[in-house]
């Protein structure tokens, strides 16, 4: 069992940055990020293997949101550049134990953190 813990998030404006932590109990494969807004799925956001430090990203993020990891301290970020009002949802890291098929898949995930809420303001 691995447990996740995140930590960072809360207000930002438009155009700001934001950024979150999620510290791992143990080591697993590689590590995600989703998100949340109210009434919507939960969706993919960014993607890194712990190893190789191979990256993806939603394109609605991709050239703002920065995902990387500290092998030694077990802990995956997410740096969010220029938020805008629609990046505004509940956060969430993930981890796949072993390699799981499509990283944008929730399904492929084995642990998640508690989430935590990002409001961007116009």
């Known amino acids: 069992q691995v447990v996740l813990v995140e930590s960072g998030g809360g207000l930002g404006q438009t155009g700001g940055s934001l950024g979150l932590s999620c510290a791992a109990s143990g080591r697993t494969f590689a590590m995600g990020w989703f998100r949340q807004a109210p009434g919507k799925e939960r969706e993919f956001v960014a993607y890194?293997?712990?190893?190789?430090?191979?990256?993806l990203y939603a394109e609605s993020v991709k050239g703002r949101f920065t995902i990387s990891r500290d092998n030694a301290k077990k802990t995956a970020y997410l740096q969010m550049n220029a938020l805008k009002p629609e990046d505004t949802a509940v956060y969430y890291c993930?981890?796949?134990?072993?390699?799981?098929?499509?990283?944008?898949?929730?399904?492929?995930?084995?642990?998640w953190g508690q989430g935590t809420q990002v409001t961007v303001s116009s």
């Open positions: 993930a981890a796949q134990q072993g390699p799981r098929g499509i990283a944008t898949a929730t399904r492929n995930y084995d642990y």
């Open positions: 890194i293997t712990w190893t190789s430090g191979i990256t």
